[in-house]
């Protein structure tokens, strides 16, 4: 246990998540607030549990964090803010084209960095982090290209 904690020290934040949570499972002494750490397995998760995951704790956070990001425009928080048809269809696939579209080119999200720094800023420092703890996976990075960013949710705008 030494070791992978030692180990997890060294690697990227998500590894280091993971191989905590390893070495947390192996330990044989409860931790202390055992009960209260959730391990969320999304990947195994079946399409009902990750329904319960979103309606339990997605969805009231993230109500929570747009609204207090902007609460005129986000007065209305339903599902469909982010599954958009998704969430009338019941099939909730992401992502949602309805979002508005996002460039894929470095430039280009700099540019839209600059347009809209705000929202910019609440959609990289809130959103894609507090998304990704809830439903315990790890965030994109470029030794991660699976990993959940910004194009979960929306897609990528046709190149002009
Ligand atoms: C803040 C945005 C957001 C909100 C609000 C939200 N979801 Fe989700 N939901 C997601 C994302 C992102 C995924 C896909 C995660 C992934 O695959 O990595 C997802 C996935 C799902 C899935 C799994 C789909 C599949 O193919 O396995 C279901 C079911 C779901 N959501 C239901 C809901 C319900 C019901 C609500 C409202 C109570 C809701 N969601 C609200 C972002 C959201
Ligand atoms: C969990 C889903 C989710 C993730 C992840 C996400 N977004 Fe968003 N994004 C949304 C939702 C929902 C809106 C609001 C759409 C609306 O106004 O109805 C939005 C709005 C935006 C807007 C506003 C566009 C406009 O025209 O006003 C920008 C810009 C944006 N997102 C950029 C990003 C970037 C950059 C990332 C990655 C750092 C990101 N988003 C990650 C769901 C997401």
Known sequence: MKRSLALSSLALLSLA???MGAARAADPAPAPNAGAAKKVDWEHMSFDQRKKLMKTS?????????QAADPKRF?????ATCHGAGATDGKF?????A???LPLDHAGMTALEQKKPEIFKFMETVVKPKVAELIGVA???PQNPKGFGCYTCHTVEQAK
């Open 58 to 66: 997605v969805y009231p956070e993230l109500k929570k964090a747009f």
């Open 93 to 97: 696939k992401m992502a949602n084209p």
């Open 75 to 79: 007065k209305t928080f339903t599902c």
């Open 17 to 19: 998540f993971v191989c």
């Open 99 to 101: 979002l508005p579209k």
């Open 139 to 141: 965030e994109w990075a």
